[in-house]
């Protein structure tokens, strides 16, 4: 498994708060800004901005998502690249479930 | 307990998607609105827009809440009547942990 979203890409994901059940993180990348591999436990992503990226996992395979700023997704446990594919910066929480 | 928030207020409180792990809803009371009674489990808020509300708890205490937009924090399970304090509408998501 691939590092701690948090501890691979600090820069990237700053830790909001923490307790036994959920740690919630804000994220924020910059156009074109591109992460290194890291981890996710199950999450429930909520966009502040259109967030229109690329994940790729250790396997090569992509996917794009989009969502608009307000809405909100689930993205199972895995490891993968991010890569901000719009042209302005996405911004982010995501509740990482416990 | 009080019933259910989608059940008591389904004019406040929508649910966007659901799964074995959460149950994820939109909430928007508009400037002055109070709901009724009614319940929550554990809950991530994230504010997408200034979230300044009052709860009200079946014994009558109170507790105000301000979260700027972008802003998240974590409601333990409760009963509660929520008020809009603001004078704007007040839009979250409630990201509700089983």
Redesign the interface.
């Given at each position: 498994m691939a590092g701690d979203a948090v501890s691979v890409a600090p820069d990237l994901y700053k830790v909001?708060?923490e307790?036994d059940?959920?740690r919630?993180l804000?994220v924020r990348y910059g156009p074109g800004v591109k992460s290194d591999m890291h981890s996710h436990p199950?999450t429930?992503v909520?966009a502040?901005t259109l967030l229109k990226a690329k994940f790729t996992s250790a396997d090569g395979q992509t996917v794009d998502i989009e969502l608009q700023?307000?809405?909100?997704?689930?993205v199972e446990a895995q490891d993968h690249m991010v890569e901000n594919t719009g042209t302005s910066e996405i911004?982010g929480?995501l509740?990482q479930?416990k």
């Open positions: 909001l708060f307790n059940r959920v919630v804000d199950d429930v909520v502040l700023a307000g809405e909100a997704g689930f911004r929480i509740v479930l």
